[in-house]
Structure formats: C-alpha cells, structure tokens
T-cell receptor
Framework: GAVVSQHPSRVICKSGTSVKIECRSLDFQATTMFWYRQFPKQSLMLMATSNEGSKATYEQGVEKDKFLINHASLTLSTLTVTSAHPEDSSFYIC????????????FGPGTRLTVT | GQNIDQPTEMTATEGAIVQINCTYQTSGFNGLFWYQQHAGEAPTFLSYNVLDGLEEKGRFSSFLSRSKGYSYLLLKELQMKDSASYLCAVVDSNYQLIWGAGTKLIIKP
C-alpha cells in the first residue's frame, strides 16, 4: 500500500492566489521530507529539504518566501505556493526519508498544479 | 489496487550488462519513467516510455510492453558509477505517479 500521500492530487487556481499542498507519511514517522518539482519528461528538481521542527533547507534558486514549507509533525509537511503565477504550474512531488541506518526514500503520487 | 514490482537488489560486474525489470498493474497507463538515484541525491531522469518498444540512449535502453504491463531498463558496459538505485514509476489514468520501491544495483570490479 501507499507509504506517502499527497493532497490534493490536482489543483487549478487563479494567478495571485496561494495553494497549499500536503504530504503525509502514512506508515512511519518521518523526520525528513523532500519537496521536488518536475517539468515534463525531465528530472525531478529538488526544491527543499524539510526537517520536522526546524526551518526547511532550500536549494539554490528556490525562493523560500514563495514556496513556504512547514513540517509541523513527524507525519505531515506542507508546501504553500504563494501568489502563484502561470510559470508555477508544474507537478510537485514529495518524498519521505526513513529513519535508522538504511537509506530508503519513498515518493508521493504528486500534485499537479495549474495556475490560470 | 495499483502495484509496481521491481527486484529489491541486483549485483553485476563492471563491464557487463544488466537488465532491471519492472512489472505494473495500474488503473490506466500514461507512460512509464525510469530514474537513477544515488544515495543522498535527487533522482535523475533516465527515460520515459509511452509506446511499446525499445528506446536506446547511449549505454542505457528502456523497453515497454503495455499489453504485458512490463518494462525493463538495460544497462550496458557497466561502470562503477552506475551503482545506484533505479526507480520505475508509472503514470496512471489520473496522471498520478505510482512508484516502484526501487532496485539497488551493486557493481563489483
């Protein structure tokens, strides 16, 4: 079964509005979650690393004031796209990193954002 | 339910060829991705197949059979740097990504 869920799966919003995307770890507590953005037929682009209880670490070129990340609990991280513009239209994917000594990463199903 | 199966781990020798299989049962099909991921890094896009057949891209090739719900990634002339996890992901009828668990490929000298 699914390990990671995202909500909503698809959202259409008007330019200038804000959209919140949720990422939930279903089977375990995740201290670390990642947010990615994917353009058609391209690699996933890491946007930020979200750590529970602390500020997210953003990759170079990603505006932290535009893409607000909140990792308030061990099972939930949210990405808010503020003042969305059409160029923000994309596929946003989160993933969770399991704890312990092994490196295992589980990806969510993605959220398709369309800004009109 | 929706399911993607791929082997958990494979081992191969440097210079050899390895085939990583992926079988899927999904509600609809709108394409299949293969990604390579090194530990601690973001996945790197390798291929996208939506039509049946083989697509070759340098040392990497990807094959798809929609009728069989089957794909494979073929890696030739293996190099040590090819040691990584290889992820298979299918786009379903709702354009959601269904991810396989990944295959950890270990290359030995």
């Amino acid at each position: 079964g699914a390990v990671v869920s995202q909500h909503p799966s698809r959202v259409i919003c008007k330019s200038g509005t804000s959209v919140k995307i949720e990422c939930r770890s279903l089977d375990f507590q995740a201290t670390t979650m990642f947010w990615y953005r994917q353009f058609p037929k391209q690699s996933l682009m890491l946007m930020a690393t979200s750590n529970e209880g602390s500020k997210a670490t953003y990759e170079q070129g990603v505006e932290k004031d535009k893409f607000l990340i909140n990792h308030a609990s061990l099972t939930l991280s949210t990405l808010t796209v503020t003042s969305a513009h059409p160029e923000d239209s994309s596929f946003y994917i989160c993933s969770v990193l399991t704890g312990g000594s092994s490196y295992e990463q589980y990806f969510g199903p993605g959220t398709r954002l369309t800004v009109t | 339910g929706q399911n993607i199966d791929q082997p958990t781990e494979m081992t191969a020798t440097e210079g050899a060829i390895v085939q990583i299989n992926c079988t899927y049962q999904t509600s609809g099909f709108n394409g299949l991705f293969w990604y390579q991921q090194h530990a601690g890094e973001a996945p790197t896009f390798l291929s996208y197949n939506v039509l049946d057949g083989l697509e070759e891209k340098g040392r990497f090739s990807s094959f798809l059979s929609r009728s069989k719900g089957y794909s494979y990634l073929l890696l030739k002339e293996l190099q040590m740097k090819d040691s990584a996890s290889y992820l298979c992901a299918v786009v379903d009828s709702n354009y959601q990504l269904i991810w396989g668990a990944g295959t950890k490929l270990i290359i030995k000298p």
